[in-house]
């Protein structure tokens, strides 16, 4: 059985959503980031504590979309992910990584300053790219 390893707030939903829509036997191990003493049983499996990962027999994986692209590939064929010859193929690949690779870098700024960051600290109805200006005006 394939053992996912995540929280409820973590990509890990990417790959519980994948084996949901695939039917596969599952199991979630939840890890809390923010615990005072980390799991060991989590740090054996990823040593520089990130989320997600999976475990598969053998095989262990970081990385969701990595997760999902695994999953898809040794458990497919599958609808979510049309085949290689398919003419719609190139623009799934984009789409897949466009996420990670091109827009999850320009929503981090605007989540962690209007949502993650401490109350005090967090900056709301500012443009991503923008950051407040210092109390000495050095930084805009």
Not at 32 to 42: I, N, T, V
Not at 76 to 103: C, I, K, N, V
Request: hydrophobic fraction near 45%; include cysteine.
């Amino acid at each position: 059985m394939i053992t996912v390893w995540g929280g409820q707030t973590s990509r890990s939903i990417r790959a519980v959503w994948v084996l949901e829509e695939m039917g596969l036997p599952y199991r979630v191990r939840q890890v809390d980031m923010l615990a005072a003493e980390k799991d060991q049983a989590w740090l054996a499996v990823n040593p520089g504590d990130f989320l997600p990962a999976i475990q598969d027999g053998d095989v262990t994986m970081v990385e969701s979309v990595a997760i999902m692209e695994y999953l898809m590939g040794r458990y497919g064929p599958t609808p979510l992910q049309p085949s290689p010859d398919d003419a719609a193929f190139p623009t799934y690949q984009q789409f897949l990584h466009m996420g990670e690779a091109g827009l999850a870098t320009l929503m981090m700024v605007p989540l962690v300053s209007g949502f993650i960051a401490p109350e005090a600290e967090r900056i709301i109805g500012v443009p991503a790219g923008r950051a407040r200006a210092s109390s000495d005006g050095c930084c805009s």
